[in-house]
C-alpha cells in the first residue's frame, strides 16, 4: 500500500542515496553506542576492572576524532563512495572479529583503533560529501534525514544487543552485527550510492535541463570557494563553525557519560533516568529532521544559533529547577537540540566553502568536537570529585553554549553563502 | 588525577543506563529477551527492505 502510492510519485534517485546513508548511520551509530552494554559482561569474562575497558572506548573516542579529518581528505581527493564501503567494509569484519577476542589488548586494538579509525570513514565528514552534491535546495533536509538514522539505529541496535547478550552471550552478538553490516549493509552503499548526480546524467535536487539555467547549473562562487583547504583556515567562519562545534562535543560528550552519574547523586532512579533518555533519544531523531526542514527556508546560522541558545536553557534547567522536574525538563528541551547542530554545521560548511573541501573542513571541525568531548568528560568528573556537585560543570556547559550560541548568530552566511549570492556565470572548479 | 577521568569516557551507552532501559522494557511489555530480539531483528531488515522495495517501485521500472 505505501509502495504503490510511492510508486506513483516522481522520485529524486537523490532520496535513495540520502535513505542508504540513513541505513549507514544507523548501523554504524548504532552498533558503537552498543559497546556499553558489554562492560560488566567483559569484566567478569576478563576480570579486569572498567577503566581498563572504558580505555579502549576513549581511545576509541579520539582515534575516531582524528581520523574524520584525514578520511574527509580521501573522500575530497578519490570521492566519497569509495572511503565509505571500504570503511564499512573494514568496520563490518573488525565488529565480527570481537566476537573472538579474549582480552582488553584485543578490544583496543579492534574497537579502539581499528573500528574507531574507519567509523570516520562513515561520518558526517565524508557522507555530508556526497549529500551535498546531489542536494543544494533541499540540502538541510537530505542531511538530516541522514542523521537521524544515527538516532533510529541506536534506538534499535543498543536494545537488540542487549537482549542478544542475555539469549546469545556477547561472542554472537558482535557476530550477528558483524555479518549484517556486512552482507546488507555494504552491498546497499555498492548498489544504490553514486558519488554525485553527473554519473547518472541527472542534476542536484533533481532540476530538470531547460534553456533557463537551473539553480545547480549557475555555477555560482563563493567568495571562500578555495582551491586549498588551508586558506579556509585563515577565515573567521571555518573558526565559528568549529568553535561551535568544539561547544557541542562538550556539552554532548559530558552528559553521554556524566548523565546517569548526575541522575544517581541527585537520587533519582536509573529507571526514571533510562525513561528520561529514551524520551530524549525519540525527541532528537524528530528534532534533526525539523530543523533540517526549517533549514532550507530559513537561514541556517539563526536556527544554528537558536539550537545552541536552546541546549543552553536545558542545561541551565538541570540547575535552576529541582532535580526531578530537571531532568524532564532536560529530556524535553534537550532533545530537541540534541543532533540538530550536524546537519547545519555541514550544510553551512558546504555552503560557504563549496564541495572540493568539504570533507576535510567538516573533518576538521568534527575532530575539533571530539576534542571538546573528551575534555568535558575530564573536567565534569574532576568538578563533582572537587566540589561535590555537578552545579559548576553544567553552569560551564551554559556559559560555553551561550558563547557557542552568539558565535553561531555572528556567522556571515548572507555573504558569503551560495544560497545567498547572485549568480555569477564563471565557471566554478571548486563547486 | 584528570587521567583517571578519561578512562571513565566513552561515546557507547551507560551500561547502567542501558540495564535500567531493558528492565523497564521486559516489564512493559512482558516479552522475553528471545521475543524482543525477534521484533528488533524485524525492524532492522525492514529499513534496507523497504530501500530496496523503494528502488524497484521507482527507478528500476522507469530505468
Given at each position: 500500500m505505501i509502495m504503490k502510492k510511492l510508486s506513483n510519485k516522481n522520485f529524486f534517485y537523490g532520496w535513495l542515496i540520502v535513505l542508504s546513508l540513513f541505513f549507514t548511520s544507523f548501523l554504524t551509530i548504532g552498533s558503537r553506542q552498543g559497546f556499553g552494554v558489554f562492560v560488566k559482561t567483559w569484566e567478569d569474562d576478563w576480570q579486569v576492572t572498567t577503566a581498563a575497558i572504558s580505555?579502549?572506548?576513549?581511545?576509541?573516542?579520539l582515534v575516531n576524532g582524528f581520523s574524520q579529518p584525514l578520511l574527509g581528505r580521501l573522500a575530497d581527493l578519490y570521492g566519497a563512495r569509495i572511503v565509505?564501503?571500504?570503511?564499512?567494509t573494514i568496520m563490518s569484519i573488525s565488529t565480527a572479529l570481537i566476537s573472538l577476542i579474549n582480552s582488553v589488548f584485543g578490544l583496543l586494538i579492534l574497537y579502539g583503533f581499528i573500528t574507531a579509525f574507519f567509523s570516520g570513514g562513515v561520518s558526517p565528514a565524508t557522507v555530508g560529501v556526497i549529500v551535498s552534491k546531489w542536494f543544494v535546495k533541499k540540502r538541510g533536509t537530505a542531511m538530516a534525514i541522514v542523521m537521524s538514522g544515527g538516532s533510529v539505529g541506536s534506538l534499535v541496535i543498543v536494545p537488540f544487543l542487549s537482549f542478544s547478550l542475555i539469549e546469545f552471550g556477547w561472542r554472537y552478538s558482535w557476530m550477528i552485527l558483524g555479518v549484517f553490516s556486512l552482507l546488507i549493509g555494504v552491498p546497499l552503499m555498492l548498489l544504490f550510492v553514486k558519488n554525485k548526480?553527473?554519473?547518472?546524467?541527472?542534476?542536484?535536487?533533481?532540476?530538470?535541463?531547460a534553456n533557463k539555467k537551473?539553480?545547480?547549473?549557475?555555477?555560482?562562487?563563493?567568495?571562500?570557494?578555495?582551491?586549498?583547504w588551508i586558506s579556509s583556515l585563515k577565515t573567521k567562519p571555518m573558526w565559528n563553525l568549529s568553535l561551535s562545534y568544539f561547544v557541542c562535543g562538550i556539552t554532548t560528550g559530558s552528559i553521554s557519560v556524566h548523565f546517569i552519574r548526575w541522575a544517581l547523586s541527585e537520587d533519582i532512579g536509573t529507571g526514571t533516568a533510562a525513561l528520561a533518555f529514551g524520551i530524549l533519544s525519540i525527541i532528537n531523531a524528530i528534532g534533526v529532521i525539523f530543523i533540517g526542514l526549517l533549514s532550507d527556508k530559513f537561514q541556517r546560522k539563526n536556527l544554528l544559533g537558536i539550537v545552541y541558545?536552546?541546549?543552553?536553557?536545558?542545561?541551565?534547567?538541570i540547575i535552576i529547577l529541582p532535580s526531578n522536574y530537571a531532568i524532564w525538563?532536560?529530556?524535553?528541551?534537550?532533545?530537541a537540540s540534541w543532533l540538530a547542530t550536524v546537519p547545519l554545521t555541514a550544510s553551512l560548511t558546504s555552503d560557504i566553502y563549496g564541495l572540493k573541501n568539504m570533507g576535510t573542513l567538516f573533518g576538521i571541525s568534527s575532530m575539533s568536537h571530539q576534542i571538546g568531548g573528551a575534555g568535558a568528560v575530564i573536567f565534569f568528573g574532576w568538578s563533582f570529585t572537587k566540589w561535590g556537585t555537578y552545579d559548576y560543570a553544567f553552569l560551564l556547559g551554559v556559559i560555553t553554549l551561550l558563547f557557542a550560541g552568539f558565535v553561531s548568530l555572528s556567522?556571515?552566511?548572507?555573504?558569503?553563502?551560495i544560497r545567498y549570492i547572485k549568480e555569477t556565470g564563471v565557471t566554478n572548479n571548486a563547486l | 588525577m584528570p587521567y583517571n577521568y578519561l578512562l571513565h569516557h566513552s561515546e557507547s551507552v551507560d551500561p547502567e543506563l542501558i540495564e535500567a532501559i531493558i528492565d523497564k522494557i521486559m516489564n512493559v511489555t512482558g516479552f522475553s529477551a528471545f521475543t524482543m530480539i525477534m521484533i528488533l531483528i524485524?525492524?532492522?531488515?525492514?529499513?534496507?527492505?523497504?530501500i530496496i522495495m523503494f528502488y524497484f517501485t521507482n527507478f528500476k521500472r522507469n530505468n
Amino acid at each position: 500500500m505505501i509502495m504503490k502510492k510511492l510508486s506513483n510519485k516522481n522520485f529524486f534517485y537523490g532520496w535513495l542515496i540520502v535513505l542508504s546513508l540513513f541505513f549507514t548511520s544507523f548501523l554504524t551509530i548504532g552498533s558503537r553506542q552498543g559497546f556499553g552494554v558489554f562492560v560488566k559482561t567483559w569484566e567478569d569474562d576478563w576480570q579486569v576492572t572498567t577503566a581498563a575497558i572504558s580505555f579502549a572506548a576513549s581511545m576509541g573516542w579520539l582515534v575516531n576524532g582524528f581520523s574524520q579529518p584525514l578520511l574527509g581528505r580521501l573522500a575530497d581527493l578519490y570521492g566519497a563512495r569509495i572511503v565509505i564501503v571500504i570503511s564499512l567494509t573494514i568496520m563490518s569484519i573488525s565488529t565480527a572479529l570481537i566476537s573472538l577476542i579474549n582480552s582488553v589488548f584485543g578490544l583496543l586494538i579492534l574497537y579502539g583503533f581499528i573500528t574507531a579509525f574507519f567509523s570516520g570513514g562513515v561520518s558526517p565528514a565524508t557522507v555530508g560529501v556526497i549529500v551535498s552534491k546531489w542536494f543544494v535546495k533541499k540540502r538541510g533536509t537530505a542531511m538530516a534525514i541522514v542523521m537521524s538514522g544515527g538516532s533510529v539505529g541506536s534506538l534499535v541496535i543498543v536494545p537488540f544487543l542487549s537482549f542478544s547478550l542475555i539469549e546469545f552471550g556477547w561472542r554472537y552478538s558482535w557476530m550477528i552485527l558483524g555479518v549484517f553490516s556486512l552482507l546488507i549493509g555494504v552491498p546497499l552503499m555498492l548498489l544504490f550510492v553514486k558519488n554525485k548526480p553527473e554519473e547518472l546524467s541527472m542534476l542536484p535536487d533533481g532540476e530538470i535541463k531547460a534553456n533557463k539555467k537551473t539553480l545547480s547549473e549557475k555555477q555560482i562562487i563563493g567568495p571562500y570557494f578555495f582551491s586549498s583547504w588551508i586558506s579556509s583556515l585563515k577565515t573567521k567562519p571555518m573558526w565559528n563553525l568549529s568553535l561551535s562545534y568544539f561547544v557541542c562535543g562538550i556539552t554532548t560528550g559530558s552528559i553521554s557519560v556524566h548523565f546517569i552519574r548526575w541522575a544517581l547523586s541527585e537520587d533519582i532512579g536509573t529507571g526514571t533516568a533510562a525513561l528520561a533518555f529514551g524520551i530524549l533519544s525519540i525527541i532528537n531523531a524528530i528534532g534533526v529532521i525539523f530543523i533540517g526542514l526549517l533549514s532550507d527556508k530559513f537561514q541556517r546560522k539563526n536556527l544554528l544559533g537558536i539550537v545552541y541558545l536552546v541546549r543552553g536553557l536545558a542545561f541551565a534547567s538541570i540547575i535552576i529547577l529541582p532535580s526531578n522536574y530537571a531532568i524532564w525538563s532536560f529530556a524535553i528541551i534537550g532533545g530537541a537540540s540534541w543532533l540538530a547542530t550536524v546537519p547545519l554545521t555541514a550544510s553551512l560548511t558546504s555552503d560557504i566553502y563549496g564541495l572540493k573541501n568539504m570533507g576535510t573542513l567538516f573533518g576538521i571541525s568534527s575532530m575539533s568536537h571530539q576534542i571538546g568531548g573528551a575534555g568535558a568528560v575530564i573536567f565534569f568528573g574532576w568538578s563533582f570529585t572537587k566540589w561535590g556537585t555537578y552545579d559548576y560543570a553544567f553552569l560551564l556547559g551554559v556559559i560555553t553554549l551561550l558563547f557557542a550560541g552568539f558565535v553561531s548568530l555572528s556567522l556571515p552566511e548572507k555573504s558569503k553563502s551560495i544560497r545567498y549570492i547572485k549568480e555569477t556565470g564563471v565557471t566554478n572548479n571548486a563547486l | 588525577m584528570p587521567y583517571n577521568y578519561l578512562l571513565h569516557h566513552s561515546e557507547s551507552v551507560d551500561p547502567e543506563l542501558i540495564e535500567a532501559i531493558i528492565d523497564k522494557i521486559m516489564n512493559v511489555t512482558g516479552f522475553s529477551a528471545f521475543t524482543m530480539i525477534m521484533i528488533l531483528i524485524i525492524l532492522m531488515v525492514s529499513v534496507p527492505l523497504f530501500i530496496i522495495m523503494f528502488y524497484f517501485t521507482n527507478f528500476k521500472r522507469n530505468n
